[in-house]
């Protein structure tokens, strides 16, 4: 642990633990994970941007259908994430971080076009996204279930949820806080 | 690293790098008011100090240059913002709480000007603005970057007193949630627990918690017991158990593992007899305690679960269904099939509410009416059977004479567990028939397994009730009409016995089932044959009410056998590796889930009712029935709890008339209608809050809808003028809708109530 502590100074270590939702050992844990992605261009300049395919190759993300969204939510520009960016992610997707804050991301990570409205496009890709994409719902089934969800929590009718119905939703679900979890 | 004013270097320039997406030529929606921004030609640079590529990120000017000559009404929070935009600007300037509102937009709007905002700050407001932008810093949702930037902005400009306080009190409130959470790393098992929720996702892994969990009882139980109870037996090194004394466990049936060897005198200044009994009652106690407090932490936690899970079925699965800590891709594919089963049945419910017709529902009905008579007279054929093979055996059978003796013995027990091992089996394949919904399909399954296992503990107990009267009998009984030869009584000691075997055969049988249905099956399918025939699924909570059971046949035991908890650790530990690695190779997710959160409580709350069943069962026992006077720390008295009497020495009368007093009708029959009256008040309460619940949902949707649409026409009247009139969808109204979508639905109420002035 000494060798990787001495990557970060105590007050950069400081800075992190109070941004983010992660204990002191856990941020060095991510770091570890991180740099083992690239070791040497890590250790050569610490705030490297890794290309997504070599982030989401991670054992963590592999299966995760909705990688690509996490990649793009959480990077700050589209060539690639730093460490910052990575460290960000498994804050937010930790077991300390407040529902609030995992609402906030899980709406960015659903709407798929950003426009801060979950549209029925959005919705339907989510849905191919978690059957697998081949095709489990035929067309009627996939706009019946659309039809169901929008008419449940669109409020405003206005065939889109907005980041208030989506909270108002979801942050009633009881097993919205133990699903939307990744522990390294 | 300090610069001073870093951030605040004035370029001119449009250095916007992030437009808004749809370039429009006003700005945002202030939620307090229709009010409009533009800012203006003012760009804020950061020096490269750290290295961003993304170059000009923080403090640009989101649009560029647009210039209305719009002004508009503020509203009466001090808060409010913006007024008139012309060649200055001259801004009121934004709140904390503003400026912490406009962060949470910045990834759509582009990136807040937020050093202008908050160098505009009126000095006597400022520390205050920065302390509330710091407290709250850490929940927004912006990258860490920008985080540390701002904080450091922050800091910088905020005393160091200040700072510091800051900083030690969310120390310490981050030191108070980590201790309150108490996730207890340190436990057993932790490991597996997370490769079985990463193959299975965290339903199955809630049963493994469950295990875990009784583990820890168990070994709190044996460790008590142990300590206060067999150990000063061991110690004084005198075995109580009289000469004619024989169980069928040969030399082990007088050991401490049973009744019998605990002597009724006291060793020392200890007390054992009234120690065998006060340790028995206070691991009781205990008990109770650990189960409705961990029912009432979990349930505080979920917070009354139910409303979204009925009022938005859809939108809960399709947006938390999938379980993020899935990491293995088979886990995955696993997972989804599931979702996919799940929606399905939704849709195809949704879909076809009820076509069947007049003769399909009677016949479905007659079904119905068949199968649960089916049931009742297979519960209740099992409990006869048991009674039976308790009282009686036929030996006429032609068999070699130790299997004869061994059946005998084991009669009992080789009853309940070949029952336990088929009658769940027939519950499964019959709810098919009946052609429920299936998340009904499981509750129903489950209430019967419960009803089942419940039937035969109760069953088992009165054949037990059987034996002791039975051993009495035979002793004052000459010897020509007596079941047993015996020359002392020792009937604790029997009941202990029969509860020992049922134990071990119920591991026997767990096992075995086991490997013949799962491994056995498993084995076939690997070596090619019959490949359709799919694994079996993890059934959680049939899984669950075994061990359930198991753990009430040791609370059952305990009085008569005081390690019988330790067997029970033992037990639950086999049991828990047997499980682990079945499920990792023989097993698939199941169809159909419980949600994980509320199995939780549903697991503890089978396990109460066990427990009362158990505990009011030996309450009874030790209140009426006669202690043995052979054997036994109680053999001299003539009930159990005379203990306390003859050992604390004769109360003081006027405590003794007192709980007589209170034990009369007189006294009890009030207090009981005072609890019901208490029960039928709550329900009260929770219904009335339920009706609350119901109209200000009622209101939420008329806000949204309703009232929102007012807003906007008249947002459209006053920007464009009055020919602008009716609703559209034109590219503004769709523009207004997009703006102002991130308004909380509370802040709506603030804007319509501006509406109406």
């Not at chain 2, 918690?209 to 109870?229: E, I, N, Q, R, S």
Request: aromatic share 10%; with cysteine.
């Amino acid at each position: 642990m000494g060798a990787v502590q001495s990557v970060f100074t105590e007050q950069e270590l400081d800075n992190y633990q109070a941004l983010t939702y992660l204990s002191k050992r856990a941020i060095l844990n991510v770091y570890k994970r991180f740099s083992s992605l690239n070791p040497t261009a890590i250790l050569h300049d610490k705030n490297a941007r890794m290309p997504f395919s070599t982030v989401t190759d991670i054992q963590e993300l592999r299966a995760n259908p909705f990688k690509d969204q996490l990649m793009k939510v959480f990077s700050s520009s589209p060539d690639g994430m730093t460490f910052e960016d990575f460290l960000d992610m498994i804050s937010v997707f930790s077991d300390e971080a407040p529902k609030s804050v995992k609402v906030e991301y899980a709406f960015r990570i659903y709407d798929f076009d950003g426009d801060d409205m979950i549209s029925s496009n959005d919705l339907k890709e989510v849905i191919n996204r978690l059957t697998g994409d081949d095709n489990a719902f035929t067309e009627g089934e996939m706009q019946l279930l659309i039809d169901n969800i929008l008419e449940e929590s669109d409020l405003d009718v206005d065939d889109a949820l907005s980041f208030a119905e989506f909270e108002h939703v979801i942050s009633k679900a009881p097993d919205f806080s133990s699903s939307f979890r990744i522990r390294l | 690293m300090d610069e001073s004013h870093p951030l605040l270097t004035n370029t001119q320039g449009q250095g916007s790098l992030r437009a808004a997406p749809s370039a429009p030529d006003y700005q945002a929606f202030d939620n307090q008011g229709l009010v409009l921004e533009t800012d203006l030609t003012e760009t804020n640079t950061l020096p490269s100090d750290d290295r961003d590529d993304r170059g000009v990120d923080i403090g640009t000017v989101p649009g560029g240059a647009q210039q209305a000559d719009i002004s508009t009404a503020a509203c009466e929070a001090d808060t409010v913002s913006i007024v008139t935009i012309g060649e200055e600007q001259e801004k009121v300037a934004l709140g904390g709480e503003e400026i912490l509102f406009r962060l949470r937009l910045a990834h759509i709007y582009g990136d807040l000007d937020w050093a202008n905002h908050l160098r505009r700050l009126n000095d006597k407001s400022r520390e205050d603005v920065h302390v509330q932008i710091l407290d709250k810093l850490r929940e927004q949702p912006i990258s860490i970057h920008q985080k540390i930037r701002l904080s450091r902005y922050l800091r910088d400009r905020m005393d160091t007193t200040s700072v510091s306080s800051l900083t030690s009190q969310q120390a310490r409130k981050r030191q108070k949630s980590r201790r309150s959470k108490f996730k207890p790393s340190v436990g057993i098992w932790n490991g597996n627990i997370g490769t079985i929720s990463a193959y299975f996702g965290s339903h199955v892994a809630s049963y493994f918690v469950f295990l875990k969990f009784l583990v820890y009882l168990d070994v709190l139980m044996a460790l008590l017991l142990f300590g206060l109870v067999t150990l000063p037996q061991i110690l004084s090194n005198n075995n109580a158990a009289p000469e004619g004394l024989s169980g069928d466990f040969g030399v082990v049936s007088t050991s401490v593992i049973f009744f019998g060897a605990y002597s009724d005198t006291k060793w020392g200044f200890y007390d054992r007899p009234l120690a065998f009994f006060l340790t028995w009652a206070a691991v009781n106690v205990l008990c109770f305690l650990v189960i409705v407090s961990s029912m009432y932490i979990r349930y505080s936690l979920s917070k009354r679960v139910e409303t979204s899970e009925d009022e938005f079925p859809f939108s809960t699965t399709v947006f938390s269904s999938w379980d993020h800590a899935l990491t293995k891709p088979e886990g995955a594919g696993l997972r989804t099939n599931v979702i996919i089963t799940n929606t399905k049945e939704m849709v195809r419910e949704e879909r076809s509410p009820d076509k069947s017709t007049c003769c399909q529902s009677t016949g479905q009905f007659v079904i119905r009416a068949v199968v649960n008579m089916l049931v009742v007279a297979v519960l209740g054929g099992s409990g006869y059977l048991i009674y039976l093979v308790a009282d009686t055996w036929d030996s006429s059978l032609d068999i070699p004479r130790w299997l004869d003796d061994l059946l005998r013995t084991y009669k009992l027990p080789l009853v309940v567990a070949a029952l336990k091992m088929f009658v769940p089996l027939i519950f499964d394949q019959v709810i098919r028939l009946e052609g429920y919904a299936p998340r009904t399909e499981l509750k129903v399954t489950i209430a019967r397994t419960a009803l089942f296992y419940l039937a035969s503990l109760v069953v088992f107990l009165l054949s037990m009730y059987e034996v002791s009267t039975q051993c009495i009998r035979d002793v004052n009984v000459t010897a020509s009409t007596a079941t047993k030869n015996r020359a002392v009584c020792c009937w604790e000691n029997e009941v202990g016995e029969e509860v020992v075997k049922v134990v071990l055969i119920d591991l026997g049988q767990i096992l075995l089932t086991t490997l013949l249905f799962d491994f056995l099956r498993a084995a076939v399918i690997k070596c090619g044959a019959f490949t359709s025939l799919g694994y079996r699924e993890f059934t959680v909570a049939s899984e669950v009410l075994d061990v359930i059971y198991g753990q009430s046949l040791v609370w059952l035991g305990l009085f008569f056998s005081p390690l019988l908890a330790a067997m029970g650790v033992v037990k639950l530990v086999i049991v828990f590796y047997f499980r682990y690695v079945t499920a990792r190779m023989c097993k698939v997710p199941p169809r159909t889930f419980f949600r994980a959160s509320r199995s939780g409580n549903f697991f503890m709350f089978i396990l109460l009712i066990n427990f009362f069943v158990c505990f009011f069962t030996m309450a009874y026992a030790v209140i009426e029935l006669k202690p043995s006077t052979d054997c036994g720390p109680f053999k001299a008295e003539d009930h159990v709890f005379e203990i306390l009497t003859s050992r604390v020495g004769d109360l003081p009368t006027w405590i003794r008339d007192v709980i007589v007093y209170v034990s009369t009708p007189a006294i009890v029959i009030p207090v009981i209608l005072f609890l019901l009256l208490g029960v039928l008040y709550f329900k009260a309460k929770s219904a009335s809050y339920t009706r609350v619940i119901d109209k200000l949902r009622e209101q939420l949707r008329f806000e949204r809808r309703v009232e929102k649409r007012e807003v906007f026409a008249r947002a459209r009247i006053i920007y464009a003028g009055p020919q602008v009139s009716g609703t559209g969808s034109s590219p503004r109204q769709r523009q207004m809708t997009t703006v102002s979508s991130r308004t909380s639905i509370t802040d709506t109420a603030t804007t319509s109530s501006l509406s109406h002035p």
